[in-house]
């Protein structure tokens, strides 16, 4: 609607795990494009991943923080590696609370996180970058799987969109399962296509081999690159290796036409990835990116143990887009450089461009802040409407109205609710009735996408609007409620019962307190001015003709307990349930006695 909004100048949040460098590379053309638009960037990594992203992105103006990341897993060997998969799996769960901790009363716009699952808000657009949606674990916990795919699936839904890397149709493929698997159904995802840091241009190709030889697990690093650089040494032409060594800065030239850069960023690492004739790497998913991105073939060996890089592989060995070995410590590189031609190339044509693009819509979307209209009916509300107001005044949202209709107090709730009339909040009179109001208050509506109608003594939590936003950017729904508790009480009686309604609400499709419904059936749907009471329950009924409940789960809206301080609970629900039960001719024009 034309009343959309969004923040001008964002200030965005990027979560980047260090389990190598390719959280970081592919994560980085997202950064750079969100910073060309003069959006504030705070980047949250650890270690290499961390000084890669300072020495990249070098600017001032980016705010940079070093937060622990999770153990490094699949480390070890033998009964050392189930040891130390118990304890980093424990150690991980540590780091998320530390990450949501983190979070806590922090004003980001956006969080974008590649790898790093803590770091996600109900009310903050939250996006995850991965392309392990189901991870491969080794054969003997294969039994186990489930839990992990029940983790991974715990985590996913928490963030409001997961973005995965990788091509959407099966032919184009590049993750296989790890991507395509039956998890989808259970979440909230989009196929983006492929994330490089990598851009082409024209240059000479006066590098025959590039070796980029990064990864997380040192402990099969240096014997692996010492054998690479044993076998090139026998190899014709101009050799490279970067070793993504950020603790070191010299450059080393060995015989043999064999030059060694410990770490290439920035204009470098382009430069000698747009030189390179063939790139021979590990089989990280990014560097298969990185590959497609810029048309180049690939030799690719799986680091030792790591099932993901094993698994990645067989099945590019299988589709003959790059040679891939099974191992790195078996392998003649002049045979596998023989078998470089009988490669095809990767058929898809759409690159980082084209998924930049998709990202900024999506994530354009979900900051879009669609219109509520908030009406509050109230009777003789004066001693409650002051503190609602109040509440709502501090709204951290700008796209909203409040219509607050007074019918027929014989207190000072109309001179109460005139000393907050302004822009925002427009204040209007109509016959006594609750219904009569509600009514009276649509009159009044602005063009709006949802209206709420509210409680005069139920507020409104600052980051209330922002949650529902986004919940409503799921779904087109109809009408539905919230979760409530119990404004300004600590009494585990108040708490269990407002969870019972909360329950018996979501179970049984009603409300009290609070009701959204869709501003375009206000048309179609009424409140009954012959109900003073239940008129809600016949108001969601008659909306649900239209299209769906839903019953959204929020720890930002209470309300008081006014009602059940003075008449108890179980005598509430007995006359709720009594009301409720009740016939509709009976209900049209009975009294109800409001608790004030």
Do not use: C
């Amino acid at each position: 609607m034309e009343n959309n909004r969004k923040p001008e100048q964002l200030n965005i949040l990027f979560t980047i795990a260090s389990l190598g460098l390719g959280h970081a590379t592919r994560t980085l053309p997202i950064i750079e494009h969100f910073k060309n638009q003069g959006h504030k960037i705070t980047i949250l990594s650890y270690v290499k991943a961390l000084e890669f992203l300072k020495d990249e992105l070098y600017d001032k103006t980016i705010e940079f923080i070093s937060l622990e990341d999770y153990p490094k897993l699949e480390r070890g060997k033998g009964w050392k590696f189930y040891y130390y998969l118990i304890v980093d799996l424990l150690k991980t769960t540590k780091i998320i609370k530390k990450e949501k901790k983190f979070l806590k009363d922090k004003e980001f716009d956006l969080i974008i996180s590649d790898g790093r699952y803590g770091f996600n808000s109900k009310h903050i657009p939250s996006f995850l970058i991965s392309h392990q949606i189901s991870f491969i674990p080794p054969k003997v916990l294969m039994p186990f799987k489930f839990i992990s795919d029940i983790g991974n699936l715990i985590h996913f839904r928490k963030f409001h969109k997961v973005f995965i890397p990788d091509f959407k149709e099966k032919e184009f493929n590049l993750a296989g399962k790890l991507s395509h698997n039956i998890l989808l159904k259970f979440f909230n995802y989009e196929f983006v296509g492929i994330l490089s840091s990598y851009k082409q241009f024209n240059t000479d190709k006066k590098i025959d081999y590039l070796f980029v030889i990064s990864g997380y697990l040192d402990e099969h690093k240096d014997s692996f690159v010492s054998r690479l650089i044993n076998q090139a040494k026998n190899i014709e032409g101009k050799k490279v290796f970067i070793l993504g060594d950020t603790s070191k800065k010299e450059v080393v030239n060995l015989e043999n036409n064999i030059t060694i850069y410990p770490i290439a960023t920035s204009n470098l690492r382009k430069e000698l990835f747009n030189a390179a004739n063939v790139i021979i790497s590990r089989t990280g998913y990014t560097t298969i990116m990185d590959l497609i991105e810029m048309n180049k073939k690939g030799i690719l060996f799986p680091t030792p143990n790591q099932t993901e890089q094993e698994y990645l592989a067989k099945y590019h060995s299988k589709k003959n887009w790059f040679i891939t070995n099974k191992n790195d410590k078996d392998f003649d590189l002049k045979e596998l450089i023989n078998k470089l031609d009988k490669t095809t190339p990767h058929p898809k044509n759409e690159k980082t461009t084209y998924s930049i693009k998709k990202i900024e819509k999506i994530v354009n979307y979900y900051l879009d802040e669609i219109f509520f209209s908030i009406i509050i009916p109230a009777f003789n509300e004066a001693k409650y409407l002051k503190n609602t107001l109040n509440h709502i005044k501090n709204l951290n949202y700008s796209n909203y109205e409040v219509i607050i209709v007074e019918n027929g107090s014989n207190d000072n709730t109309y001179e109460i609710a005139k000393e907050y009339e302004n822009e925002k909040i427009k204040v209007i009179k109509s016959k006594k009735g609750v219904s009569i109001a509600k009514n009276e208050g649509i009159k009044h509506i602005n063009s709006s996408d949802y209206t709420i109608f509210l409680d005069a003594d139920t507020i409104l939590e600052r980051n209330f609007l922002k949650e529902l936003n986004l919940f409503l950017k799921e779904e087109n729904f109809a009408i539905g409620t919230t979760s409530i508790k119990p404004y300004n009480s600590n009494s585990k009686i108040d708490k269990f019962w407002y969870k019972f309604y909360d329950i018996s609400h979501k179970i049984t499709q009603t409300s009290y307190s609070i009701q959204i419904i869709n501003t375009s059936l206000l048309n179609k749907v009424k409140f009954d001015e012959e109900l003073n009471f239940s008129e809600d329950i016949k108001f969601i009924k008659d909306a649900k003709k239209y299209g769906k409940f839903f019953f959204f789960e929020t720890n930002s809206v209470a309300t008081s307990t006014r009602r059940f301080k003075k008449e108890g609970y179980i005598k509430t629900l007995i006359k709720w349930t009594f009301q409720a039960i009740l016939p509709e001719f009976l209900k049209k024009n009975s009294n109800y006695n409001p608790v004030r």
